[in-house]
């Protein structure tokens, strides 16, 4: 079974940081890109960033571009995104997500529950 499980998120003021990680388990963890997605109240799913299973390649959203850095560690079933100088608008819920193949093509086929951004201004 496919788990990907997101901790991290919280409570900061705006121009802070936070560093979120998604823990992965049952698959092939390098086989696969992880990206982030987020959803803030009334709005719709936006892609944040994702990562290609080897990450020889990233994606970010022009929102977020400079500010925040995706990552993985194959090693340890772990992606991470380190976000920094947080705005008010970062504020969502961020989920964790698998791809169905290595790069950052074509949609998610896999969730986590995802963990809450809150950024205070």
């Known amino acids: 079974e496919v788990q990907l499980m997101e901790s991290g998120g919280g409570l900061v003021q705006a121009g802070g940081s936070l560093r979120l990680s998604c823990a992965a388990s049952?698959?092939?963890?390098?086989?696969?890109?992880i990206g982030w997605v987020r959803q803030a109240p009334g709005k719709e799913r936006e892609e944040v960033s994702c990562?290609?299973?080897?990450?020889?390649?990233?994606y970010y959203a022009d929102s977020v571009k400079g500010r925040f850095t995706i990552s993985r560690d194959n090693a340890k079933n772990t992606v991470y995104l380190q976000m920094n100088s947080l705005k008010s608008e970062d504020t969502a819920v961020y989920y964790c997500?698998?791809?169905?193949?290595?790069?950052?093509?074509?949609?998610?086929?896999?969730w986590g529950q995802g963990t809450q951004v809150t950024v205070s201004s």
């Open positions: 997500a698998r791809k169905n193949r290595r790069n950052c093509l074509d949609g998610y086929t896999d």
């Open positions: 990562i290609s299973s080897s990450a020889g390649s990233t």
């Open positions: 049952g698959f092939t963890f390098d086989d696969y890109a």
